[in-house]
């Protein structure tokens, strides 16, 4: 069974402040997905990440993956209320039943 | 919009009697996911489908079964529904990409809360 380590699992910040997220596995995955959930929702897709060492922006969401794609990181800059919400990174090893490793989620307040 | 829906979306029932969870997608993926999320346990597979009448079981597939009868209808029954249960349910699709291939995404509907007593 593939482990899936998100850190912190809360965390509260005031506007304007910038934050990372980390998920880290002793797992190799071949790609890595990070969703945004809000309450009462269903989880959304923000980003794919497939090679190790990538970096995709999204607006004010900078993601990475590790050089040996095995980990993730999410930086969000001069965070926003709007950001706040459950931030869930999710790991694929492949394979024909193409199942997705969830870690347990981030919980972001942004306070105004 | 992935146009996938879920019903019922809230549910109440008491233990030992039958639930049926429907997820319903309108553009013929052929992948299609159970799963289960509770606080601090973020989301955990209960069974998948790979096609109609395919499926296969999760990390979490203890006291529930799928069927698969038609390629837009996946249905999670809880044959004695139990309060460990309580949850919330979501259901996903995982699309083929342009060309064939995947990365593994997947999209979500808008999920059941369900309380047993």
């Known amino acids: 069974t593939q482990l899936l380590e998100q850190s912190p699992q809360f965390l509260s910040i005031q506007e304007g402040e910038n934050l990372t997220v980390y998920c880290n596995s002793s797992?190799?995955?071949?790609?890595l997905q990070w969703y945004r959930q809000e309450p009462g929702e269903g989880p959304v897709l923000l980003v794919t990440?497939?090679?190790?060492?990538e970096v995709k922006k999204l607006k004010r969401l900078t993601f990475q993956f590790g050089d040996a794609r095995k980990d993730s990181s999410l930086h969000i800059t001069a965070a926003q209320p709007g950001d706040t919400g459950l931030y869930l990174c999710?790991?694929?090893?492949?394979?024909?039943?193409?199942?997705?490793?969830f870690g347990s989620g981030t919980q972001l307040t942004v306070l105004p | 919009d992935a146009g996938i829906t879920q019903s019922p979306r809230h549910k109440v029932t008491e233990t030992g009697t039958p639930v049926t969870l429907r997820c319903h997608q309108t553009?013929?993926?052929?992948?299609m996911y159970w799963y289960r999320q509770d606080p601090g346990h973020g989301l955990r597979l209960i069974h998948y489908?790979?096609?109609?009448?395919?499926?296969d079981k999760g990390e979490v597939s203890d006291g529930y079964s799928v069927s698969r009868s038609k390629t837009e209808d996946f249905l999670l029954t809880l044959e004695s529904a139990t309060s460990s249960q309580t949850s919330v349910y979501f259901c996903?699709?995982?699309?083929?990409?342009?060309?064939?291939?995947?990365?593994?995404?997947?999209?979500f509907g808008p999920g059941t809360r369900l309380t047993v007593l």
């Open positions: 996903a699709i995982s699309p083929l990409r342009p060309g064939g291939g995947s990365y593994n995404e997947q999209f």
């Open positions: 489908s790979y096609g109609v009448k395919d499926t």
């Open positions: 999710a790991g694929a090893t492949g394979g024909s039943a193409r199942q997705l490793t």
């Open positions: 553009e013929n993926h052929r992948y």
């Open positions: 797992s190799v995955f071949s790609s």
């Open positions: 990440v497939v090679t190790g060492g």
